[in-house]
């Protein structure tokens, strides 16, 4: 299994960023993918998860309504439109699979393949 992470960057605070995960080794349509984010002394945190086969989503409180996860099955790639980005938003993000939908579904522990990470820098 292979994430590969693009698309982080530096950006203004109210600005906007995409992010891409292309997987291969898995397929989308089968299990959950999600994006995580790490600050630096702070522990990796679950920002937003995607069941593309029954359409669940998962939003952490600190980015609903800023956020949007989608996944396009056909490329085996999922996407984060992160909008209205604030400082704290500054962090390493990575994407993850396979995990299923259910209980703590977007915790990094039910996640065990993961990215290399790509930096996101909110400037204020």
């Known amino acids: 299994v292979q994430l590969v992470e693009s698309g982080g960057g530096l950006v203004q605070a109210g600005g906007s960023l995409t992010l891409s995960c292309t997987i291969s080794?898995?397929?989308?349509?089968?299990?959950?993918v999600g994006w995580f984010r790490q600050a630096p002394g702070k522990e990796r945190e679950g920002v937003s998860c995607?069941?593309?086969?029954?359409?669940?989503?998962y939003y952490t409180d600190s980015v609903k309504d800023r956020f949007t996860i989608s996944s396009d099955t056909a490329k085996n790639t999922i996407y984060l439109q992160m909008n209205s980005l604030k400082p704290e938003d500054t962090a390493v993000y990575f994407c993850?699979?396979?995990?299923?939908?259910?209980?703590?579904?977007?915790?990094?522990?039910?996640?065990?393949?993961w990215g290399q990470g790509t930096q996101v820098t909110v400037s204020s």
């Open positions: 995607i069941s593309s086969s029954d359409g669940h989503t």
């Open positions: 993850a699979g396979p995990g299923r939908y259910g209980s703590s579904w977007c915790a990094p522990p039910a996640y065990e393949h």
């Open positions: 080794g898995l397929s989308i349509d089968m299990f959950a």
